[in-house]
T-cell receptor, first 112, second 117 residues
């Protein structure tokens, strides 16, 4: 119940296309859902995050869509660029101050 | 703002030796820090949660006598890998929660690559 399931494991998108990564969870006590971007040999960096009282949040080219009833959330990267090629992790947390639980990650390759 | 540093960035040691990794919040006070381990092409796995001034809480399966965590101040936590073995080779990442920014914010360090020969 503490798991966050992420798909796909890898994704190849043409430059300018839309990248979509999905995550699903079981624990209804989760109340914070961030997405992180990680480049090889670096720590993860927060991209965008959402709380369950909001169905969508957009920041620049990055959008989180959240479906509370389905217990799913997704990351959309619009106008994908080669510089977006990285590993993306969804995560969830169930109460203030506790650690994040990460999905297994999606390796995105944006071809030019 | 909200910068977390780790030192060293990479370390190579011989089997049986101990290695200390430092995690510092540079411009904020962190009441809670977390230590993660990441194997190649895998996700981040939580090892322990560290609260300033108290003992760390370890995740199931993590040996607390092998991975010693100290959080002596609001800006510094250390992870010591004792009697390291090749299977401890991994990427160790800390994160810190900004006490004054609300509980949602958690910032990650750049990671430390440990190689045990």
């Amino acid at each position: 119940q503490q798991q966050v399931k992420q798909s796909p494991q890898s994704l190849i998108v043409q430059k300018g296309g839309i990248s979509i990564i999905n995550c699903a969870y079981e624990n209804t006590a989760f109340d914070y859902f961030p997405w992180y971007q990680q480049f090889p040999g670096k720590g993860p960096a927060l991209l965008i995050a959402i709380r369950p009282d909001v169905s969508e949040k957009k920041e620049g080219r990055f959008t989180i869509s959240f479906n509370k009833s389905a217990k799913q959330f997704s990351l959309h990267i619009m106008d994908s660029q080669p510089g977006d090629s990285a590993t993306y992790f969804c995560a969830a947390r169930n109460q203030a101050g506790t650690a994040l639980i990460f999905g297994k990650g999606t390796t995105l390759s944006v071809s030019s | 703002g909200a910068v977390v540093s780790q030192h060293p960035s990479r370390v190579i040691c011989k089997s049986g030796t101990s290695v200390k990794i430092e995690c510092r919040s540079l411009d904020f006070q962190a009441t809670t820090m977390f230590w993660y381990r990441q194997f190649p092409k895998q996700s981040l796995m939580l090892m322990a949660t560290s609260n300033e001034g108290s003992k760390a809480t370890y995740e199931q399966g993590v040996e607390k006598d092998k991975f010693l965590i100290n959080h002596a101040s609001l800006t510094l936590s250390t992870l010591t890998v004792t009697s390291a073995h090749p299977e401890d080779s991994s990427f160790y990442i800390c994160s810190a929660r900004d006490r004054d920014r609300g509980y949602n914010e958690q910032f990650f360090g750049p990671g430390t690559r440990l190689t045990v020969l």
